[in-house]
Structure formats: structure tokens, C-alpha cells
């Protein structure tokens, strides 16, 4: 079972809302990436239009994904690397643990990879006596202070460096520091003992090439180059849809995801891994393992109205530009996929109905999509979510929301389309009104089952008379 | 079988049949190759002067990353640069100075010992041991060594002028953790190692004559700078986990006068 909390949409964001840490650097993230994301897209040479080149290279990757999966293993075996195809969550978390027994691995480092928050595996490798190390900066704080990562690159984005220098020296015995590259340094030395101690790697995939059997793994702080280069043994885990034909797709795809994820032209460190330590070589880990994962992605294949999520190359730019995601924070989505591609893909991959509250609540419009490296529909996606809640659909096992709201709506849609009982509709909604209490010229309650709508606005009256009636009535009067 | 079983979950879940294995016919192979032999051959035929002009574009290019880009005519000045930078330069836990470089034969060429030995800096090469043992774990000499350094000295395979990247493919001999332990990784290459950029590297990984047949390797490595962070307060600081400074150090191969 994978870990959720997104039925607490509501209340969490409330509680996002009212964090004035939180607003402050969501505002600050949103400024600095926001803007210049959109910079960098324009200054492609091939100039923005090459996001929709790397939509259909995104979609034509998908499209044909058991070809892609099927050669990527075929050639990660080929270099001496091994493969392990997890159906779900329980899989590729049995998998990682049978390879840390056989190693008799104590301590691990990782590299910041969503996918094993998706799969809670540093809660199950704890219960299993192996420690799991956050390395990536944000993620170690994160770590620390026992929270999830709110933002995809910025995980640590809700905490100020008070915050963290108290954290700091609670827990890693120092004296109390609040300058970044003070908390840095303490982080750095910290971390250089784990990583020349740890007995295993565990990192995420940016993306994986099928042509090479390569996967990319990427960072800025080459926290995922120690992982994967110093331990013994290294075990990447990727969704399955992370996977693309050629080199040559590798070119536009990084250059896109690096502009997205931070408007960098080129991320610190890119490391192509292919398979163990070669005859010879003096480092890099004598095994290499990499899980593929599904957990629920070919369900979401295998319907074609959002089967476009997922192109999605987890870079986090959609976060970077939306009003919703800015004012509420990642922590109130309840998964490991915040923000607009986690309004889609989080209610996908754990269930509709469980998190229903995170397509509604997102505003349509649009801005994610114009972020996106690879131009996806994601307003379109949201749409068609509350569609399926709305209609309900067998597929993904949603009911049609209640009788009453589509007995109202179809009541709605026949005095709409009939003068006379429109007519009749607002002669009894103006008398009604009346009851009704108002403030300030507005009604601020409405009876039930319209009192929602009145809970955090207020709705004008009616007019004493319609226009209708008044311009029949000048007509008649001229 | 597990991997029987998840592709065909793809194949459904796609609309194909499950058990029939589609053909991969064009959806890797593509058709690309003629212009990828064209960016190739282009990538290894540019004469002097356009290899200058890359440089100036990874000089332009290093700034904004915090990367210090040195040119120098011969080895015989890249080397007395380095050992002023070795002597100029302090070690991040206040342990004794030392240096650690790559078996390669550019930095063979710059004859450190000689170099730093009137500093009293011991230089260790990476060179592979005949230990028989060598091919089944790693190198702990060298995991020692790159762990006691404070200067990882190695080369780089190409440098690409586009974002002042430095590639590095996984050989004997040229530790991957030279260049990310030590707190400051010099990188020395010559000039003709300059390419534009990522599209010509596919392009020469994928059809040149000496790259096609070692491919990418087990690792190929890019390196953009020196490490950084920016996960407190959005605040950039240099050094998170790998080196806090990188020097690119370029020999034009020009003569001296």
C-alpha cells in the first residue's frame, strides 16, 4: 500500500496558507525559477517550439514502452548490470532489501529520487535495520527535521535557516549557526563520513536511454555522483516511463529538463551509469541494479485520455509558476508529487476518489502548461479527472458523484433552455432571497445543499427585476 | 516471469496483443545517421582558429558557473601554474597536503613530482595495480588517496564549448573519484579536445571510428563547475558535496617565441 495523505488536501493546505515561512520563500522560489525558466525557453537556439519536438519524442517514447523497456534491459544485462521489473511498490521494495542482505549493507546513501518516496523505502529499510541517509541537501534537512520534501527540487523550500541552524545543532551536536554556507559546510563534513562509509547507493532516474541501456542521473551537488560511484553496490530505481529511444532525444530532452527544473543550460553533474566497475577500473561499485517500476503507471497507459502524464520528466517547473502550488505549499498535495503534475498524477497512481480534492482544487489556468519542457495538457488533465469524478468510470473504479447534484444539474439545464421556467425559476429564487442573510449588500449564507458555495465568498443578489422583464417593460411603456 | 509478465501489462495496457513481441524495427535505430556522421566528422576536423573561438565560448561560459578557466601554451607553463595553484591553496580538514592524479599521458607529461616536489607535496598516480584481486573490488590504495587529497588533478575526454562541460568516460587508470572527492579538481586538456556541443558529442559517440565500438562506457561523466547547492533560502553556495573550485586548464600547443 502505498503511504497518502492527500484526504487531507483541505485542512493541509488551510495550514500552508496560514505558514508565513512557508508563503515567503514559495513566493521567493516561484520569482527566481518562474521567470527565468521562461527566459531560458525562449533563448533555445531552435527557439520555445522545441518543447512540442520534445512532447512527441516524449509521447512516441511512451507509445512504444514495452519495445524501449524490453532493449534497456536487454543492454544494462549486456554491460553487466542487472534489472528487476516491479510490478508495485512491495516488489521494488523487497528487491532493494535482498540486494542490501546480500551485501550485509548497514548504512546506505541516496541520492534524491521522488520515485522511493512513492514507494516509502527509507521508512521500510528502517524497519529492516538499514539505514537510509538523505544526501541531497535539502533532502537531508528534510530528513532531520522527520518531514517530506515540499517541492520536487527544492525540498527543504518551507524552512529558514534559523530553522535549520536549530536543526543542525540539535542533531548533529554543532554550535548554532544561521549562514547558508556555514550550514552548508556542517552538512558537507557530516555527509563526506557517510559517504565514504555507506555499503550501498540508492538513487532515482532522470532518464533512462534505451539505445545504450544507460540510465542519467543528475545533480548540482554531486551528492548522486558519490552515491552511485563510492559504495559497493548501487541500486537505481526508475519509473517505468522514464525511458527514451535514442542519444540523439537525449539531447533535446536534457537541455529542456535542465531549463525546467532549475533555468540552468546544463545541471553540475550528468552521469551516464551503464553497469558495474569494469576489469581494471579503480572505483565505481562492483554491482549495479536498476528497478523498473510500474505501480499503477500502466493502468494510467492504458487510457488514452491521460496517458500524456506520462511524458512527464519530473522536472519541477509546472511547480515554479502555479498560483495554486504557491499558496498551499507541496505538503498539502499528501504525496510525493506536489503541484500540477501531482493534481494529475497523484490521483492516478493512488486512487481518484482518495484524492479527489487535489484536481479541484488546481485553477485551469494554464500556466503549467506553458512551463512544461515537454508541453503537456495538463489543465486538460485536471478537466477530465473531474470529469470521471462527475460521470464516474468504470476503469478507475469511480462512482458518479451523488444523485442530487446531477438531479440539480439536470434541473438546472431544463429551466435554462426554457424561457417559461426560467422565467418561473427567478421569480421564486427573488422572493427566496429575501429570507436570506445579507452583509454589506451581498448574501453571505446560502441554505443547503448551495451553503458551499457561500463558505468562502459571498454571492450578489438578484436583481429586484430581470433585464428581460425591464426591456419588455421600456418596450411596452416606449 | 516477472519481466514476461510486466511487459505484456504494457502491451494491453497499449491496445496490442500481449504475448506477441512488436518488432523494434525504426523506434531505436531511427534514421539520423547521416547527419550525425556529418556533426561528427565537423566535431574532428576544425582548424586552429575555430578552435580558438570554442574557447573564447567556454571562457564566456565558465563565468556564470563559477568555473576558472587558465590557458596556457605548453605543459612545461600549465605545470608551473599548478604547482603555484598547489602552493597557493589551503586543504578543507587541515590534513597534510596531497595531491592525487590520473595515469593518463597529458598529466604524465606536466612531470608534477618534479613540479610540487620542492613543496613537499607528494603527488599519487592512479595507476592500476597488477593485484589479481584488482578486477573484483575496487582500489582501496586509491580510495585512500583520493580521500587524504585535497587537488584531483585528471583530464577529460572533451570539453564542450556550448556550457563549458567537461566529459569523462570511466577507463583504467582515470578513477571517476579523482575528480569528485579532493575539494579542488583541476582538469587539463588540450585545445583540439573542444567541441561545440552535446549534439556533436552524440553524434561522435554514436558513428566515430575510435568512439562507436567503446560506447558511452559503465560511466560517462559531465561536469558543469564546481558543486553547488541552493537548498537553504534559495542562497547559491559553492562546495555542497564535491569539489568547491575546478580549474580547466587548457594547453594551446602554441609555440613559444
Known sequence: MTQTKSRFYVDEAARGIRNPVLQKSLANLQQRFGRATAQSYLELPEGPELRFKAHDMRMAAVENLDILLETLAENVRKNGGRVHFAENAESARDYCLGVARRHKVRMAVKGKSMVSEEISLNDFLADHDIEAVETDLGEFIVQLADEHPSHIIAPAAHKTKEQIGKLFADKLGIDYIDDPPALTQAARKALRQKFLAADMGITGCNLACAETGHIAIVSNEGNIRMASTLPRVHVAIMGMERVTARLADYDVLFRLLARGAAAQKMPGYVSYVGGPRQPGQADGPDEFHLIILDNGRSRILGDPVFREILGCIRCGACLNVCPVYAKIGGHAYGFAYSGPVGAVVTPLLTGIERAKDLCLGETLCGACQDACPVNLDIPRMLLALRAVLAEGNPYWAVAPSDPLQKTMFKTWALSLTNRKRYNMLLKTAATGQKALPRSGGMMTKLPPPFSGWTQSRDLRPLARESFNRCWKRQQRNS | ?257
Open chain 2, 1 to 257: 516471469m516477472k519481466q514476461a509478465r510486466f511487459i505484456q501489462h504494457i502491451r494491453s495496457a497499449l491496445g496490442h496483443p500481449a504475448l506477441i513481441r512488436r518488432p523494434a524495427g525504426t523506434v531505436i535505430s531511427g534514421d539520423s545517421h547521416k547527419t550525425s556522421r556529418r556533426l561528427a566528422t565537423h566535431a574532428r576536423s576544425r582548424g586552429t582558429g575555430q578552435l580558438n573561438a570554442l574557447l573564447q565560448s567556454v571562457i564566456s561560459n565558465a563565468e556564470g558557473i563559477n568555473l576558472k578557466v587558465i590557458v596556457r601554451k605548453n605543459t612545461r607553463q600549465a605545470a608551473a601554474t599548478l604547482a603555484e595553484l598547489a602552493a597557493a591553496k589551503e586543504t578543507e580538514w587541515g590534513e597534510a597536503k596531497q595531491v592525487v592524479a590520473w595515469d593518463h599521458p597529458l598529466i604524465h607529461e606536466l612531470d608534477l613530482e618534479a613540479q610540487l616536489s620542492d613543496l613537499d607535496i607528494p603527488v599519487i598516480f592512479t595507476v592500476p595495480g597488477d593485484d589479481p584481486h584488482g578486477t573484483n573490488s575496487a582500489d582501496p590504495k586509491v580510495r585512500q588517496a583520493v580521500a587524504n587529497a585535497y587537488i584531483g588533478i585528471t583530464s577529460a575526454d572533451y570539453c564542450l564549448a556550448d556550457t563549458a562541460t567537461l566529459v569523462m568516460k570511466a577507463r583504467p587508470g582515470r578513477p571517476r573519484s579523482v575528480s569528485l572527492v579532493p575539494v579542488i579538481h583541476v582538469a587539463v586538456i588540450k585545445l583540439d579536445q573542444i567541441i561545440s556541443d552535446l549534439g556533436e558529442l552524440y553524434a561522435l559517440l554514436g558513428t566515430d571510428p575510435r568512439e562507436a565500438p567503446e560506447g558511452l562506457t559503465n560511466c560517462m561523466t559531465f561536469i558543469t563547475g564546481p558543486s553547488k547547492t541552493a537548498d537553504i533560502e534559495a542562497t547559491m553556495v559553492h562546495g555542497a558535496h564535491g569539489p568547491r573550485e575546478v580549474h580547466l586548464m587548457v594547453i594551446t600547443g602554441e609555440h613559444d617565441k
